[in-house]
């Protein structure tokens, strides 16, 4: 697993630290227009509708004001990672009802299934950390949040 880091496959172009959305819908609309731009995403609207049908089966609001919105989906050539700040916080229908203010957002290729699963992991393996969220959430630009996850995979 230590070779896959989501570094490799964030763009700063692709972060967005103040969102708008006060909405889940709204705020995954506005993720994906932070990441559309990526010449990895080929079918934007394709790649939205993978993201809400994903968000059916269950809340990417994985808790402590985290989410994960993401989607294996046939609109992108390659694994790609965005991230967006709230800072207000959006109702997202977390597992702890918490609002969220930090979001990945990451759509894989159907076929990118260890890439995809790796990166979850990590994913969801740093954001338990209370230093590492509250670093994500006084950083002020988008170089910032890349040496803080840069930081915190090395």
Same mark, same amino acid.
């Given at each position: 697993?230590? @070779?896959?880091?989501? =570094?490799?496959?964030?763009? +700063? @172009?692709?972060?967005?630290?103040?969102?708008?959305? +006060?909405?889940?819908?709204? &705020?995954?609309?506005?993720?994906?227009?932070?990441?559309?731009?990526?010449?990895?995403?080929? !079918?934007?609207? *394709? !790649?939205?509708?993978?993201? $809400?049908? *994903?968000?059916?089966?269950?809340?990417?609001?994985? /808790?402590?004001? &985290? !989410? %994960?919105?993401?989607?294996?989906?046939?609109? &992108?050539?390659?694994?790609? &990672?965005?991230? /967006? =700040?709230?800072?207000? /916080?959006? @109702?997202?229908?977390?597992?702890?009802?918490?609002?969220?203010?930090?979001?990945?957002? $990451?759509?894989?290729?159907?076929?990118? @299934?260890?890439?995809?699963?790796? %990166?979850? !992991?990590?994913?969801? *393996?740093?954001? *338990?950390?209370?230093? $590492?969220?509250?670093?994500?959430?006084?950083?002020?630009?988008?170089? +910032? %949040?890349?040496?803080?996850?840069?930081?915190?995979?090395?």
């Amino acid at each position: 697993m230590s @070779n896959i880091k989501i =570094i490799n496959f964030l763009d +700063k @172009n692709m972060i967005n630290l103040d969102l708008k959305s +006060k909405t889940k819908n709204e &705020v995954i609309k506005e993720l994906m227009k932070t990441i559309q731009e990526s010449d990895k995403v080929t !079918a934007p609207e *394709r !790649a939205l509708s993978g993201l $809400f049908a *994903r968000e059916e089966l269950g809340t990417t609001g994985i /808790g402590k004001g &985290v !989410a %994960i919105p993401h989607a294996k989906t046939d609109a &992108v050539t390659d694994l790609l &990672v965005g991230f /967006g =700040i709230s800072k207000e /916080g959006i @109702n997202y229908g977390s597992m702890d009802e918490e609002p969220v203010k930090i979001f990945f957002i $990451f759509l894989s290729p159907l076929d990118g @299934n260890q890439e995809y699963l790796k %990166i979850l !992991a990590r994913i969801s *393996r740093l954001i *338990r950390e209370d230093k $590492f969220r509250n670093s994500l959430l006084a950083a002020d630009t988008p170089e +910032k %949040i890349m040496e803080i996850i840069n930081n915190e995979e090395s």
